[in-house]
């Protein structure tokens, strides 16, 4: 090779090296602030568009079809979600107020969550604390309920989270599809709309649930707490998990409560049921149902459950780390 080949063949070798070298990070870069902004985009569409669909949710090797409508009227967002085939129920959301209808056992339950959180999909509000905790990236376009849909990927940093793909339509910016990843990255959990409609308006009625309630019905009303009157100490919480909500559910002849607490990193949900021992017998063991860890163990008199879709070492961590602060007052 001549020197003149050779002197515009060095140049080109610098430009690729460079390429090969600081591509991959302004892409990824470039791909984890598009990952982003898609799920902004998706969390700001769930909550102020009007759409209905069918959706197959599959969770411990079961698939079920849900029917969901979602509206906004007046700045108050509402849902509904009705099972299309056995165990029947019906979830209704009017702001932060949730009730579920369980016709079989003729039981329902009320409860209060933070506002503009779907039933379906829960997405992160704030993405800047996040990105200590999980990575985010781009996947390909496909096709979801004939539509095209951009991959976005979740990836945890360490191994106290699960991961989770979602589908976000390119047109209206709803999440399509859903798969929640063990610490094997095996998906556990799916939920894909088998069909959408974006709708001007979802009538009132279509809103309103459709099971109807007489007296015989039991009816399970959870009282929300105050975060500063819990007596628990929680030292065993992961880095990025916050209390959530704080509720009792009193329940029985006796009145017995029990109290829930719900933590998150604004992704992952656990939850934490504590309840008084009434001469039960159990033993304290980790328990898997499908993409739920569960780990309960006996403290003071108290039943500590904990159990949520995060991988047996987080729940068991949150579960050990339990203690009490001072004396209860129940």
């Not at 020197?3 to 990824?28: D, K, Q, Y």
């Not at 906004?72 to 056995?86: D, W």
């Not at 607490?261 to 017998?281: F, P, T």
Request: glycine share 6%.
């Amino acid at each position: 090779m001549t020197f003149l080949r050779m002197s515009n063949f060095i140049p080109r070798l610098i430009t690729l090296w460079f390429l090969a070298v600081f591509s991959p990070w302004a892409v990824s870069v470039e791909g984890d602030a598009e990952a982003r902004t898609l799920l902004l985009n998706a969390k700001q569409a769930m909550s102020q568009l009007n759409y209905r669909g069918i959706i197959s949710y599959m969770k411990d090797n079961r698939m079920e079809s849900l029917n969901i409508l979602h509206g906004v009227a007046q700045g108050v967002e509402q849902e509904r979600v009705l099972s299309l085939n056995t165990p029947m129920r019906e979830l209704v959301r009017t702001a932060e107020t949730v009730t579920c209808y369980y016709p079989e056992t003729k039981s329902m339950s009320v409860d209060r969550r933070p506002a503009r959180h779907s039933f379906l999909f829960q997405l992160p509000v704030d993405l800047d604390d996040l990105g200590k905790y999980y990575s985010f990236s781009l996947g390909a376009v496909e096709y979801i309920a004939r539509r095209q849909a951009r991959q976005v990927i979740i990836e945890p940093k360490d191994d106290m989270r699960f991961g989770r793909r979602l589908w976000i339509d390119l047109e209206s910016k709803l999440p399509l599809k859903f798969e929640l990843l063990d610490e094997n990255k095996q998906v556990i959990e799916q939920m894909v709309f088998n069909s959408l409609s974006i709708e001007q308006m979802i009538p009132p009625g279509e809103l309103s649930p459709s099971t109807s309630v007489d007296g015989s019905w039991k009816i399970k009303q959870y009282e929300v707490l105050p975060t500063d009157s819990l007596n628990w100490s929680l030292d065993g919480v992961p880095e990025g998990f916050r209390m959530m909500s704080y509720t009792r559910l009193k329940r029985g002849q006796e009145n017995r409560a029990i109290d829930h607490i719900l933590l998150s990193d604004g992704i992952s949900s656990v939850s934490i049921y504590i309840d008084q021992l009434m001469n039960e017998v159990f033993t304290a063991q980790p328990r898997r149902f499908g993409a739920i860890n569960s780990y309960t163990r006996k403290l003071d008199g108290y039943r500590v459950t904990v159990m949520g879709e995060a991988p047996a070492k987080t729940v068991q961590s949150i579960g050990n780390g339990i203690h009490w602060q001072d004396s209860p007052q129940r």
